[in-house]
């Protein structure tokens, strides 16, 4: 925005503009495009869903949010890239789908979404990078950066505190204001300071209060005032509660269409025709507003491009790249991978013919073609057996199935089992309610390897599960969702053309219970509490000493690494610290080709300030021959030895001797060096419930005391009067609420009839969970303001 290029045009046309062409510009035409101004030449501008490939709907389903969309390649969800560890290849996809938006004159690619997976249930963890948030906010970087060097716009998601489905819309976050620095917003905080993104979209739900959509501290405060971000914040689809509020706080532009009823509340609220203390809003807040979106419709105006294209196999290929660089070896006793081609092989599992890839939801690409295993063997001429073990789109156990794959793996060499979730255990829309593959997966899996002691298990799964077979089986691949070309990416590891260097970007439990937010998760049906504060994921399993299944940035590889000679440079003053460098060497000793993630993680001392036992503070992805040694050299800088002081509300630096490791996992540390540093802080009382643990157990106590208020109850039963931000599902004891809903339901059936993804169990969740204001625009005007202003109203009156 600072490069104005456009000012002089912006003040040219701000004279112009009436009051009403202002107002109509702060929200939607319809659910993907903004509105145009034909008398002043400014054109709709066209946004869709990613973020990992476009979601572009075709012209006859624009209204209804996921109906087919055209066709375009389906790069690896986040939960896969993310395991890459390689922002430069993020930078490629970034790139790759600028391409695709500029051949389908999109403008805005709605992501990358950046959210912490703070519960491993969350239902929608598969479009989010990390646990960890420096993680995070490095790979939504390399995505953004990719994407906006090449003039097509990002849409960072979903700010703030949107890490679960359930009641996503109306939720509110309660947390401390240093879980929310340090963990919850440091992703955002990086990405938006490193990959400056054009758009930043608010999430739906309330944080310590007050929704996202209308939150100033986070639109204005920290986004635009501490961070610098210059963009416009556009609000995810249907998140507006006050359209007014919002303006004030910061919000731009509205999505999608309210047929212009809330633009209308602006104008009136200008107009002060509503004389309501609360309303009135300052012109100059509209006229901010509106130059930084006609800053955005002029930057997209001078990026539409006619004629563009692209090969489509090139970029099926770099969508097999990513996902080979980023699948994770878990398991891989006796050497059993990579497998012989001349060995005699069992394929199983429907998953390897009609491969699992993606996520459902609003990011749903309608892919370019989908690799499988039958052709995989036949282009690389190799013999194989194939059979399914289980209906893919159902969670039972199927006997003839079973043993019909048992009957093929008997005289196998090596067996290879594709098993996973499937869209009715994880999607967006819904939590998942526990951490176990459909139960056909598990029994298929325990069978065979009853007869075979050869078995590989390769999984396609958006977040972690339990492996209740691990001992039993030799191998485990975890593909996570890997886009359209993830099965041959599988082979491709499977049979060492590609030696794997994934390392997890989240942690695997042992158990549901093991994990810290479990008490807390998902909350009651007003609020959802963290009381579990900084300590997510690795932070938390480290400092409560728990065995995991698989740790934080574990992955195996066919080759081995060996680290030596860390040295760090001279860092004993605060000052020095912006500068400090740590260097070490990295050989492969193996004899293949390799990629090494080297980690760096800070410990720090705990004396007055509760800490993690340590922190990613740097990592680097480095490619090495056989006996090749490379040196690396990594900075680190105050931030990295940094607490957010809540009672000072500045980053400060503790007293004491800080650790810093070199790993190839949170779990294996292979160098290490003391540091001391000398400091001093104020800080109002230490709250000692969060200093040892074992379990998360934080009374009512400790996390007001950590907040600075008094709790308000998470669960509310909803009484009359009803109000348009109560939900059918605050409803339904309701009988005319309960008859409107089965009508709504009935509707679903017919538009869903031939659907097999599973779409309609997350439309059947949104709809009892979306506050009543948006169920308007959010199912297209299928149902319509008034039916819902009736069904209020004939309630509150009986
Ligand atoms: C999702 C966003 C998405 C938008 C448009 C919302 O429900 O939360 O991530 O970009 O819909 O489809």
Redesign the pocket.
Known sequence: MNDNKYSQKIKELMKEMTLEEKTSLLSGKD??SSKEIKRLKIDSIY????PHGI?KQSIESEEL??QKSISSTCFPAACCSACSFDPNIMYEMGEAISREAKANKVSVV??P?INIKRSPLCG?NF?YFSEDPYLAGKMASGWINGLEDNGIQS?L??FAL?NQETL?LIIDSVIDERALREIYLYAFEIAVKEAKPSTV?C??NRVNGIFASENKYLLTDILRDEWGFDGIVIS????VNDRVEALKAGLDLQ??STNGYDDKKVYDALKETIIKENTIIDEKILDKTVERILYFYLYSMDNIYDNFDYDKEEHHNIARKIAENSIVLLKNEDKILPAKKESKIAVIGEFAQKPRYQGN???LINAYKIDTAEEYFKENNLEFNYAKGYDSNSPSIDNALIEEAVNISKDKDIVIIFAGLINSYES??FDRKHLNLPENHNHLIEEISKINKNVVVVLSIGAPVLMTWIDKVKGVINLYLAGEASVSAAFNIIFGIVNPSGKLAESFPLSLEDNPSYKYFPGGNRAVEYRESIFVGYRYYDKAQKKVLFPFGFGLSYTTFEFSDLIISDASTIAGLDNIHIVFDIKNTGDLFGCEVAQVYVSAPENNIFKAKKELKAFIKVFLQPNEKKTVILKLNKRSFSFYNADTKQYEIENGTYTIYVGNSSRNLLLSKNIKIDSVNYYKKRIDDYFDFKDINISDNAFEELLGRKLNPINVKASKPYNLNNNLRDLLDENRAKYFYNELLSKLDVIFKDDKTDTKKMFES?MLETPLRSLST?SGNIITRDDIENLINILNNN
């Open positions: 659910f993907w946004l869709t869903d990613g979601r949010s996921l709605l992501g979404g929608r479009e849409s998601k979903h949107n996503r979209m999430s739906y995810d689809w249907g998140a999505m999608p939801g609003s990011s967006e829309g949104m959010m």
